[in-house]
């Protein structure tokens, strides 16, 4: 590809991304500003997640910047919108060669991370998925990323909730319905419930499984369906706007006072799940931030607070999700800025970031030297004793995602059936 | 049994629903011969504003159980924004079809925006519980008396346009544009006041079914691209055009709908489509409709 | 349609393009890929609307069709050569648009539109349905492949976009350009266009409706699945969402931006219609209602596009009439 002088320019200014292990940047890079790349959903079905990180970027960034920013630079945020693969390769593309951005953040869909993996390499950009894997299904198709670091497994939430639905509800329960989501989220999760049931040889019957299509707010049929089964227990991966209605109508029917409720990603909508409709003594899933947690740190109190008088709302997980890659982030440049003595090369922050540990604001999490995450887990039984018009927790457990996703270059299938659960 | 009346309920719930929206296609194309791809906004917009006005109801201290009417009527304020966007429509009349078409997706991309801008991006739920009339339940079998009042308002409407467009002047008026817009000109009917009225018209049924579906669902911004292809499957299958088809269809497209969940999952989504392509080979016209070109 | 202005017109376009990737950033010359993918897919596409009268709401089926078939060809299949994953995915498009064509061309208007809708449709629901064959939501990776059996493995994904594969699909263009020229110019294409004015006459002259409009629409199709090669080798993935019916309506938008009574009008509508539609997207996140105000100021205003513009300035007031 032949240089223009602009082309030239530009890689000069690049250089401090390109320059080889070991080598600083030049002085003048250190008091320009930090640019971060944020790709979130704002439309869609995943818009209100990609609207709580985006919020959780827009808060840390702030509280950070008053007090000099990261390793003494400010930071300065680029939000562009994640819609496609196609669309989002293409913003990632020009966050990372018009804008100049030192580091990107984002992600929400599976499907655009499988395709993003990739170009991240390509372009050799420090990348920070918040809630995207480059699994297509349970299936690693990028495991030797070095650009790229990517959340916990999807299915983390449906594991502990498994194990804990056999834990506390052991004996009591033998006709199983599922109602998920027709996409690879919804059956992994599904499978996932069934395998573990089969590995502690919980005797039971799948009645039925219904599989809405994605974001469908005609749920009657389903709905009808598993309460012709009669099941004791529905376990239930819905996440999406569909998540509410079904309550709503699975409530309409008297559905939910009979059958014991497993809900692993429920916490999405958690606001939409109002006391009216959602029973007490559900399994409620909050994954990575439980908004009400007492255990919660500083940090976390305090962006809930923030949200709550801000936004007049309480945020969902993904708002976790989008401090921890900020938070880690900044503790790796700040950690390894240290250890250098001046501004980090792209290597050594990412070196900086394998086996970090950091406080995110709904608990302790960190980086796996395959560049996944680790993260903390809550989900516990929903009460109506709040002072608000949806459901919260009472009694709840934490568990760390060490226990709950298969180590790195693991089959998730032989890792059910062999790995060491606590229950 | 009582899961096959349950299913049978929803199905003509989900049904009364897309007759009212197809009700409105038909309005529309019958008279006008636009095809008005933002139906699916109008739907949408019913929505939203029904939550919006029942809201505010609320907190004025009107009942819950106003539920029903106060969505009728939020649905049918919104008749307003019918004769502008109908003024827009007008300067395309002379056009080629496709680009009366293209005119009202313009609409629907535009709307999206307009939603997002006015509600955010975050589905919502209305705040009255659509539960305030009770349920009807004998041993297994459970129907929320909302639903069957809703499925109840559409067979009024129905009947009701069924009677306006066959006994009322007004209604022959309609008819005679829709077979002929010339000769009604010729014969002094003022077409553009009634091109006006047809679209409002239509624009209300589809706004009016937006916001009596919303207490059993959400109102979220892909409610109106996805509402659309499902209405046109409702028209295609009944016949473009014709009041008793959009009948038809919206039971045919509701029941198999329900149906196929429970009894052939794959085909569920296919099956729609399946069966608005095998009506479009096999009777062009449609169940009810006149010859297509 | 217009004579000699056109080969001018295409002249300057393609030494434009030739010399692109020497003065603009990178980002845009990776912006253009796209853009090529549209414009192939668009030039058949038009084949149907602006010659033959013929409004598809489905055309985004032909470049999913391209897309997959690129993913089954080099994904599943292991063909490393891109000539053979392209012509095969061709070929498999126009055979599979037959039956589908054969079915849709008896009717026009409002009903053409429709049934290809509905088939588009028909076609997202089994891509997403039968996960186990197409992978659902999260589609089918397409690997890397040679181009003119040269691997260019020094570069990069990112430097070979640029570079090596931006020339190809310039040449590619160009020879689907040439060959739609000749089609449009030939018996045939006169068939088509009295077919789009008249068709009784037409048939009364013996022109056989049906056979020519299906003729069209496998073409269109073929052209179709050609552009969805391109598009998908450029983003790695084939998946369902390039399908859905609104993406069938953008292609339709980006034919009239650039004027579909036009030969070039649907490239430059793919053209200004990217670049519209990277810089709206940096502008505003409201840019889904720009560009639906756009479209609604295109239909009511200038429903000849840019291309119609062009003509206007240059005192053809003949143009405006033709676009009815």
Redo the contacts between chains.
Sequence with gaps: ??L?R??LL?SAAASALLAPAGVSAPAIAQNKPLKIGVLAP????A??P??AGIRATEWALEKWNAVGGIAGRKVEAVY??ET???DT???F??L???ENVDHVQGIVS??VG??LG??VE??RMLTIFWDGTTQ??VDE?LPNGHYLFKSTDNECEAVMASLSAIKYWKGQFKKIAGINP???YG?NNQAAFIALLKRFNIDHEVVTE?????????L??????L??AKPDLIFSSLL??DL??FM??AD???LTKNAKLVFPAAGWQHT?M?K??TPEGMWFGHNTLYFANPNNGPAGKEFVAWYEDKHKDYPNWEADRAYFSLISYKDAVEKAAKAKGGWPSVDDIIGAIEGLEVESLGGKGGWRKDHIADQTFIQGFTTHKNRYDFVTLDKFDTMYSTELQKPAGANFWEWIKTANFKV | M??FA??L???V??AAVLFLVAAGLQLIFGVQKILNLACGSFYALGAYFGITFVSLALQFGVPAWALLPLLILAGLSLGLIGPPIERMLRTVYDRDESFQLLLTFALLLMF?DVF?FLW????L?IEA???VYG?V?SG?F???VYNLLVIAAAIMIAAGLGAFLQKTNYGRVLRATAENRAMAEALGVDVSRVYAAVFTAGTVLGTVAGAL?VP???A????AV?LVVEAFAVVVIGGLGSMPGALAGALIVGLI???A??VY?EL??LATYLIVIGVLLLRPAGLFGKQAT | MKRPPQILAAILGASALAIF???A???YV??MI?FFAYAIALLGFNLLFGYGGLLSFGHAMFIGFGAYGAAVMAGVFGVKSFELVLAAVVVGSAIAAIPIGFLCVRYTGIFFGMLTLAFGMLFHSFL??F?YVT?????M?IPRMNILNLEFAQ?????FL??PFYYYCLALLLIAAFAMWRIVRSPFGLHLRALRENPRKAEYLGVHVRRFRLTAFVISAAYGAAGGTI?GF????A?P??VYWTQSGQLVFMTVLGGSQHFLGPVIGALAFTFLQ?QL??LT?YW?FVLGAILAVLVIGFPAGIAGWADLARHRPKARGAAA
């Design positions: 590809m032949k223009s602009r082309a530009k704002r439309t869609g079905l818009a209100s990609g609207i562009d919108e496609s693969p196609k390769i293409e913003r593309s020009k990372v060669q018009q599976t499907g499988l395709a990739p170009v390509e372009s297509d299904g198709k027709d996409y690879s059956r219904q599989w809405p299509k994605v974001g469908t707010m005609d009657t049929s389903h709905v009808a369906a309460q012709a999406f706007a509410p209605v709503k109508q309409a029917v008297g939409a109002k009216e409709f | 009582a899961a349950n299913i309920l929803g199905g719930f989900h999206q997002r955010g991006a975050n589905p739920s519980n659509y539960l349920k339940t297994d459970t129907v929320p579906v059993t669902a959400a979220s911004l892909d409610m996805d709908h329900a149906f969940i429970v999952p569920e989504l | 990737p020497l003065l950033p990178s980002y990776g912006l796209p997403f349905k996960y992978g659902g939501d999260s589609g990776r570069y990069n994904k990112i430097t640029t570079g598009l450029r983003i790695g993935l998946d969402e390039l990277d997207q940096s996140q889904r």
